[in-house]
């Protein structure tokens, strides 16, 4: 009996045999998906500061270049300065004449990025690994995200007193917006647009990144 059990617990661990192990949570599939450029929030979700900790969690966790780890983390919140972040920012460039967000849409919680060091190619590599790795932590805690690279760095640093240069701006929030891909062939336009209601993302086909 003790052999059979043990036998059955392997096939489970192991998924050997007809047993198969149970998933738990969301694939990367899953969150790389849902993990999409949000521009609109709901203002009454208020992002906390631990939930921010969290995010900027994954950083001790991810690969650095060099393993120099050199960036740093600013968290700001709605009573913490997000104003100031909120009027130094830009969002949606490819669709000017919608001047987003949205009024009552506005993002309230910000993760600044800034490194010790000046930008070099190996500080952008790191602050794209951890980019990435902030927003899929959002998404696994049922939040969106958005990266922000056009931002007034000068108003930024001294309105959040920072020691260091901004490199880019994370808005955190519940998003509130449809948003979803379409296949497009490298010929095709590759700029966002709403249509709808539903604010359309064009990616490349897997097939057509790949060389012959």
Known sequence: MADNY?????????????TRVKRVGHTLD?????????????????????????????????PSARNQ??????????DSGSDIVLDNIRLGAALPELHLPLPGTEPE??????????????????????????????????LNGLAIGAFNKEK???????????LMIVAIGKGIERIELKPISPEESHAYYREGGVHYVPKVETKALLLN
Do not use: H, W
């Open 156 to 166: 930024i640093m001294q309105g959040l007193n920072l020691p260091l240069e901004p």
């Open 109 to 142: 919680a910000f993760i600044v990025i800034c490194s010790t060091v000046g930008e070099n190619k190996l500080v952008d590599v790191d602050l794209g690994i951890a980019l990435q790795s902030m927003l899929l932590k959002a998404v696994e805690m049922g």
């Open 69 to 78: 780890q050199v960036l740093r983390f600013r968290l700001v919140t709605r």
């Open 30 to 62: 899953e969150l790389l998906t849902r993990n999409r450029s949000c521009r609109g929030y709901n203002k009454n979700y208020v992002v906390k500061r631990g939930e921010l900790e969290r995010i900027v969690g994954v950083c001790n966790k991810i």
């Open 6 to 18: 043990l036998e059955k617990r392997y096939e489970e661990v192991f998924g050997t045999g007809r």
